[in-house]
């Protein structure tokens, strides 16, 4: 008789289980939601064709890509730096930092001075350590973006004219030489 009762609450947790792991990982509403997409390493994704279905297995790359996408489209709204700064460590505890720079963007356009940031300040300067791109997409290109917002914060711009004593020659001094020229704050790279 309890051989019964154990597979019967092993059957319903199996179903209750299964009926959870199906649901849309990115239809989150809420930061845990958000952490719980982040955490997700592999999907099978099954979308409805005209002649039946079709799989994709996303990686997690893939996941992340879309949790990000997903984040973006739910604050896009908020006006609290504050509330999107939350959003940022929860990105920072669960994926690499740089992923984040979306996130950031919005962040330092609610409320400048949180371009000063040592988290915030240290993904720009990991992003520009890399090569630059021309893509609009690039994380170079989204980087650059949230910092001509933040070059408006003058202790930013002063921290990040300092930037150009970067070691010559490495992508990050080339780079924050392009965006300074670029911002009309130098002529020239020292």
């Not at 604050?75 to 959003?87: F, R, V």
């Not at 910092?147 to 003058?154: E, G, R």
């Not at 990050?172 to 020292?190: A, M």
Request: with cysteine.
């Amino acid at each position: 008789m309890t051989s019964a009762i154990y597979w019967r609450h092993c059957l319903i947790c199996t179903l209750f289980l299964s009926r959870f792991a199906s649901a849309d990982i990115f239809a989150f509403s809420n930061m845990n939601g958000f952490e719980a997409c982040l955490r997700n390493t592999h999907l099978v994704e099954t979308t409805a064709t005209k002649t039946g279905s079709q799989k994709k297995y996303l990686n997690k790359i893939d996941i992340q890509e879309r949790c990000f996408q997903k984040a973006l489209e739910h604050l896009k709204g908020e006006k609290n730096a504050s509330t999107i700064k939350q959003w940022v460590q929860k990105a920072f505890s669960n994926s690499d930092r740089a992923n984040a720079i979306d996130l950031i963007g919005l962040q330092v356009a609610r409320d400048n001075k949180t371009c000063n940031d040592s988290d915030t300040y240290d993904v720009f300067l990991r992003i520009l350590s890399g090569p630059s791109s021309k893509d609009p997409l690039s994380l170079y290109q989204r980087a650059r973006s949230a910092i001509h917002t933040c070059l408006k914060n003058a202790q930013f711009k002063s921290d990040f004219l300092e930037e150009q004593n970067s070691t010559k020659g490495s992508y990050q001094y080339t780079n924050v030489c392009e965006i300074l020229k670029s911002e009309g704050l130098i002529k020239k790279c020292s």
